[in-house]
């Protein structure tokens, strides 16, 4: 009879202690019913996880230097003066975008062959830290307006979305130091080629820098009386302030002889 007794005084108590425990767990729902996230990512309203910490874009760069200037020009110059100065036939700011894995870029040069005993042309990385491509240049016998290739190897290819820094410098004759005369220097971002990219490159839009120039160059050298694609000529140098450089001539590509 105690014994029996005894049996149903344990079986309350643990339906009581069962009922209180129930209780607290429906007013306490903390108690974690699935999978945590996993640290440094959020869950997303469909049950998914996205990254917390997008990757950071990278930064704008400077303004390019189209014309000598500033540390990168030795100040005791070899190279006579001239009319017009060297000059980077691109916008000082911003980016300035390329479509293609390869970049070709124009440049002014008030010297010929006879001036000047050599061009250097870099491009590195935005860090600094990656030399992609250095070589020295034999410019043409005349001054004009040269461009310059990139050569087209996977190797030197450029990536969608990332800067990348260049640099043009001139060693006149009469140097005899490891200093360049003149120098100019700027950036180039490479951009994904969409439809509407495309249809800028055909009308030569300032906003495919690289790309526009490229073409009508091209276009120009083998058409230089169509007066539609000089107009166009006219219109992107006047959107970088360069109208004096209208009339310059192209001539022939500099010589790359890679180093």
């Given at each position: 009879?105690?014994?029996?007794?005894?049996?149903?005084?344990?079986?309350?108590?643990?339906?009581?202690?069962?009922?209180?425990?129930?209780?607290?767990?429906?007013?306490?729902?903390?108690?974690?019913?699935?999978?945590?996230?996993?640290?440094?990512?959020?869950?997303?309203p469909?049950?998914?996880?996205?990254?917390?910490?997008?990757?950071?874009?990278?930064?704008?760069?400077?303004?390019?230097?189209?014309?000598?200037?500033?540390?990168?020009?030795?100040?005791?110059?070899?190279?006579?003066p001239?009319?017009?100065?060297?000059?980077?036939?691109?916008?000082?700011?911003?980016?300035?975008?390329?479509?293609?894995?390869?970049?070709?870029?124009?440049?002014?040069?008030?010297?010929?062959?006879?001036?000047?005993?050599?061009?250097?042309?870099?491009?590195?990385?935005?860090?600094?830290?990656?030399?992609?491509?250095?070589?020295?240049?034999?410019?043409?016998?005349?001054?004009?307006?040269?461009?310059?290739?990139?050569p087209?190897?996977?190797?030197?290819?450029?990536?969608?979305?990332?800067?990348?820094?260049?640099?043009?410098?001139?060693?006149?004759?009469?140097?005899?130091?490891?200093?360049?005369?003149?120098?100019?220097?700027?950036?180039?971002?490479?951009?994904?080629l969409?439809?509407?990219?495309?249809?800028?490159?055909?009308?030569?839009?300032?906003?495919?820098?690289?790309?526009?120039?490229?073409?009508?160059?091209?276009?120009?050298?083998?058409?230089?009386?169509?007066?539609?694609?000089?107009?166009?000529?006219?219109?992107?140098?006047r959107s970088?302030?360069?109208e004096?450089?209208?009339?310059e001539?192209?001539?022939?590509?500099?010589t790359?002889?890679?180093?």
């Open positions: 009879m105690i014994i029996s007794r005894m049996y149903w005084i344990v079986a309350i108590s643990l339906l009581q202690i069962t009922t209180s425990f129930n209780r607290a767990i429906a007013q306490n729902p903390s108690t974690p019913s699935s999978t945590p996230p996993v640290p440094g990512r959020q869950t997303t469909g049950g998914g996880q996205q990254s917390a910490n997008p990757p950071t874009p990278s930064p704008t760069p400077p303004d390019n230097r189209t014309k000598p200037g500033g540390s990168l020009s030795s100040p005791d110059s070899t190279c006579p001239t009319k017009q100065p060297l000059t980077a036939l691109i916008p000082p700011q911003n980016p300035v975008i390329t479509t293609n894995a390869t970049l070709r870029i124009s440049f002014y040069v008030p010297y010929g062959s006879d001036t000047v005993q050599k061009g250097e042309f870099s491009l590195v990385t935005q860090d600094e830290k990656t030399r992609i491509y250095k070589t020295q240049i034999t410019l043409s016998p005349t001054p004009g307006i040269i461009s310059i290739d990139v087209s190897e996977p190797e030197y290819a450029l990536t969608e979305g990332q800067y990348y820094h260049w640099y043009f410098k001139l060693y006149c004759q009469g140097n005899d130091s490891s200093s360049n005369d003149l120098a100019v220097n700027g950036w180039v971002q490479r951009a994904p969409t439809p509407e990219r495309e249809r800028q490159v055909a009308e030569f839009s300032p906003e495919v820098w690289y790309d526009s120039v490229a073409n009508l160059r091209d276009l120009l050298q083998d058409s230089p009386e169509d007066e539609t694609l000089q107009n166009s000529w006219e219109t992107l140098l970088i302030n360069a004096e450089l209208i009339s001539p192209f001539v022939d590509s500099a790359i002889q890679p180093n």
